[in-house]
């Protein structure tokens, strides 16, 4: 999973790449409250249950990034609706 965030104030806009299904993944509805983000992305690749999206909440702590992701429309196959997946991941700064 790579998570390109922009953040503007308290908004945050970009892309998720969640894997191969279900793709590159536009954000929408991207806020930050301190060391916290939240935002919904829907990808572009089909399946038989349909493109899935996903919620995101992230928690950020020093450089590491503590991401739960939950398909919460669509899912199915590797991302089975309404389960949650905990990721840890880096901060990468540009």
């Known amino acids: 999973m790579i998570l390109d965030l922009k953040v503007n104030g308290n908004i945050v806009t970009g892309t998720a790449i969640i ?3 279900p793709g590159e993944a536009p954000i929408s509805d991207g806020k930050i ?21 996903c919620q995101f909440d992230v928690a950020l702590q020093d450089d590491e990034m503590h991401v739960r992701l939950t398909a919460i429309k669509d899912g199915g196959g590797p991302l089975p609706q309404g ?12």
């Open 83 to 94: 389960h949650a997946f905990d990721y840890v991941g880096k901060r990468k700064v540009d």
């Open 19 to 21: 894997g191969v299904w």
């Open 33 to 53: 409250e301190g060391n916290h983000i939240t935002f919904t992305a829907t990808g572009h690749v089909g399946s038989t249950t349909g493109i899935p999206t």
